[in-house]
């Protein structure tokens, strides 16, 4: 972005490479530094603060300025879908103007986990399924069978390939004496199968093919974005095809000696397995997928979240970005981070939450370098996010709070002072404390930049998108 300074007759252009978050009481920048080692950053405060507003406002310029692909994960209020259109709150646009920004729509993606029952939004989108094998892996976790889990466990190597429910009984008739254990985990099986969660009855589909654009017909329209994709500040990330290296070659070669399909190497057309390679990297995770084609998918839970495979869920999704990110190809060749947004993120992990989900959060919390992973978490109540997750947030931003015992934690897990904590309690509407555990760089308005690990105090700055405001449906 470039920052420009009050005086009209200095007006110095000074373009930055950090993420700039609020205008402290100084009338400076106060930015997040960009690093390789993605960092956790909460969004704290009550209800209606500006948590939402501030969060929305990293996560356009982390697309924009960045060029990094996020996905949001946990979006319980529809309040996403306004995202894909420019902001234009006139006061707002004035503020972004200033700085020299510009309104800019989210290229977002509606998705929406199939479930039988689920009751389809008004505007386009795509659904999901789990691919059943993954379903299979996860089973101990998704039927929740207590005693019998055991037995599901220690057979699961056995059925991991079955391709249907009556293969799957077979085996496990097999394997375990006892049938009234037989007959547990399969009548719950049936009740999930039932649910249509997986590809193997559900009529969403488990992976899309990038390599087939018809697939990305189904997305809500992001109006001006052709308009803008013309003025992308940043180069836009490549995707689909790329120059194949010696190594893919040789990828291919093993590929096509283990599937016998070719025993002569000198025969092979390169062209041809060029397209062989692409068409078998091609099939993603929906949530991958739309991320491989430079859109920011939202993951709508509103439906889901009462449903008591949330969790599992939620599990499945977390897992299979985290597998991406140090499995895929594509994603590891080009050192592509991820971004996980994560609205209300006490329903995942929490302090009181004993669900395998939590740690998967904590995992990506614990590991961001290697695994090229941020998250911005949201929450009114920051008492009750997972105690490891806490002390792993590199970036706090604190809106009002009554309840001093939260000012209190916020205090000892950021190591501030006393009066710090009084700040906290004493904030006006919509003003931001920022504390962090590294550091913040700061650009003054006659554009000197200091870093500065200080708490900053301040007001946010707006989304490029639309935000949704109050009692909008
Ligand atoms: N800095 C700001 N300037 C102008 N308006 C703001 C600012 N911060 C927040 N708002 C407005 O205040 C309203 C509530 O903000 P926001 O959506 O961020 O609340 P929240 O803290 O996420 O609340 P909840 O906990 O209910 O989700 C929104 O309509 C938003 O547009
Ligand atoms: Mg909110």
Partial sequence: MSFIYDEPEKIKKIYIKELPVLINESNELVCIPHSPDKPVIGVVGQRSSGKSFLAHGIIDRIYWYWGEPLISMNDLTHESYIWSTRNKMKAQVKILEKYGEKPMPLPIAYIYPYFKGFKPPEHEYISMSIPFEDFLKNSPYFLRLKQSEKYLDLNLRYIIDCKTPEEIQDILLD??????????????????L???ITDFNSPAPAYLDISNTSDFDA?????????DLKEHPVSKREYGPVKMTEEEKEFIYSEFKDNKIIRDFSSVDFDKTKSYYWLYRSRYNPLLALVRQNLVPVINTEQLLSKPYFHPYMYYLLDTIIHNQSRDYYFESHKIPIWIHLEEVTRIASTQLKEKTSQ?????AQTGRPLRMGMI?????????DTIMRSQTTY????????????SQIKSDMGLAEYEEDEILHLKKHQVFASTTDHFVIYSPD???????????????????????????
């Fill in 175 to 192: 394997k375990i004496k006892n049938r009234s254990i037989v007959n547990t985990i399969m009548a719950s099986m049936y009740r999930y």
């Fill in 194 to 196: 039932n649910q249509e």
């Fill in 219 to 227: 997305m809500s329209d992001f109006e001006g974005m052709q308009y």
């Fill in 360 to 364: 998967k959060l904590i995992e990506i």
């Fill in 377 to 385: 978490y949201v929450t009114q109540d920051y008492n009750k996010v």
């Fill in 396 to 407: 706090l931003f604190t809106f009002r709070f009554k309840d001093k015992s939260q000012a």
């Fill in 447 to 473: 554009g000197t930049r200091y870093t500065t690990d200080k708490s900053q105090k301040g007001r946010s700055l707006p989304p490029l998108s639309q935000h949704k405001s109050p009692g909008a449906g």
